[in-house]
């Protein structure tokens, strides 16, 4: 089982910058793939960017350009790097890591707001 805590939301002003970081404990050496997810209130839950063991990523269309997603494996994190936010990137931002064995693990949750 790998656990994961997430920190580094806020309240922003569109055009500011966040950087969402997410540290993986457990059985860390089993995962495969990490990501970040975000979530408003009525809607499901959605990708914005994932990054595979081997480094390739894939973001959501919303935020191509604009935000980036990096591992550290060493150090069993992932960070999400949000520049020029918008207010509709507003949401709770949710880490998810899945396995090698197709387990599936999500953090808390972290709010980023974006005011105009």
């Known amino acids: 089982q790998v656990q994961l805590v997430e920190s580094g939301g806020g309240s922003v002003q569109a055009g500011d910058s966040l950087r969402l970081s997410c540290a993986a404990s457990?059985?860390?050496?089993?995962?495969?793939?990490m990501g970040w997810y975000r979530q408003t209130p009525g809607k499901q839950r959605e990708l914005v960017a994932t990054i595979t063991s081997g480094g390739s990523t894939n973001y959501a269309d919303a935020v191509k350009g604009r935000f980036t997603i990096a591992r550290d494996s060493a150090k069993n994190m992932v960070n999400l790097q949000m520049n020029s936010l918008k207010p509709e990137d507003t949401a709770v931002y949710y880490c998810k890591v899945e396995t090698v064995f197709h387990s599936v693990s999500w953090g808390q949750g972290t709010q980023v707001t974006v005011s105009s």
């Open positions: 457990g059985s860390t050496l089993s995962i495969n793939v």
